[in-house]
């Protein structure tokens, strides 16, 4: 399992933009898919976006496509999620994760047996 810390995170005001960061240690970071996932107080945690590891092909949750974009550098073994026209409700703890696997729904997990995940970053919105 990797570890992942990730940085970025803060208060804005809506309609502003941020971009959360995520370094992985390890030295087959480019093998993992990665991804963004979010929890909002009094929720479970939600996915947000997906990269394959060569960054070719991505995937988002409805509610961010058009705003948010993921992207990674394998080189640095660090992958981001640029986020613009933010709103109240994508105030969450978000967390990095490696080694997702799809899920039915359509949605993206870590594997249970290999996947990590960060300790989280916040972000708040205010209106």
């Known amino acids: 399992q990797v570890q992942l810390v990730e940085s970025g995170g803060g208060l804005v005001q809506a309609g502003a933009s941020l971009r959360l960061s995520c370094v992985a240690s390890g030295r087959t970071f480019s093998s993992y898919v990665m991804g963004w996932f979010r929890r909002a107080p009094g929720t479970e945690r939600e996915f947000v976006a997906a990269?394959?590891?060569?960054?070719?092909?991505?995937d988002y949750t409805d509610s961010v496509k058009g705003r948010f974009t993921i992207s990674r550098d394998n080189a640095k073994n660090t992958v981001y999620l640029q986020m613009n026209s933010l709103k109240p409700e994508d105030t969450a703890v978000y967390y990095c994760a490696s080694d997702l696997r799809p899920r039915y729904g359509g949605s993206w997990w870590p594997r249970a047996d290999s996947g990590s995940w960060g300790q989280g970053t916040q972000v708040t919105v205010s209106s």
């Open positions: 990269i394959s590891g060569s960054g070719g092909i991505t």
